[in-house]
């Protein structure tokens, strides 16, 4: 009864359209920061490791690798603070969470089982 009540009243904050990437799938996250009276757009681009949860509590972790360390950085999908979520490329990962990528070092940290596209999908 109460999660019916919670659902319709957070129905008219999810955003439209935020659903079009996967775990494994390497993503260009667009936020907005506020820094003192100044508003900025900054690019946060990797690999989605984690997608959880569902309605207006769902996030996704994008995991990338800044001057040799892994940075990760967890998004609520619906947030108004994220502008956009573009793909950057389509992967076809063997489990629903890449939480092995973490122990994994240099190039091979980045390597996702990609996704090949034949003309006549396009």
């Known amino acids: 009864m109460s999660q019916q009540i919670l659902n319709s009243l957070t129905q008219s904050q ?18 907005k920061v ?7 757009i900054q690019i946060f681009s990797g ?9 207006i509590r ?12 892994g940075v990760e950085r967890v998004f ?3 947030s108004p603070n994220i502008l956009k979520i573009e793909v950057d490329r389509k ?5 629903a969470r890449l939480f092995y990528l973490r122990s994994r070092l240099g190039k091979k940290a980045t390597k996702v089982r990609e996704k ?3 003309p006549s999908e396009s």
């Open 34 to 40: 506020r820094e003192g009276d100044k508003e900025r």
């Open 76 to 78: 609520p999908v619906h």
């Open 116 to 118: 090949s596209f034949s």
């Open 91 to 95: 992967s076809v990962p063997m489990k």
């Open 14 to 31: 999810l955003k439209p359209g935020r659903d079009n990437f996967r775990v494994g799938d390497g993503v260009r996250v667009h936020t």
């Open 58 to 69: 769902e996030t996704f972790t994008v995991r990338r690798i800044a001057s040799g360390e």
């Open 47 to 55: 690999i989605v490791i984690n997608h959880k949860g569902s309605g």
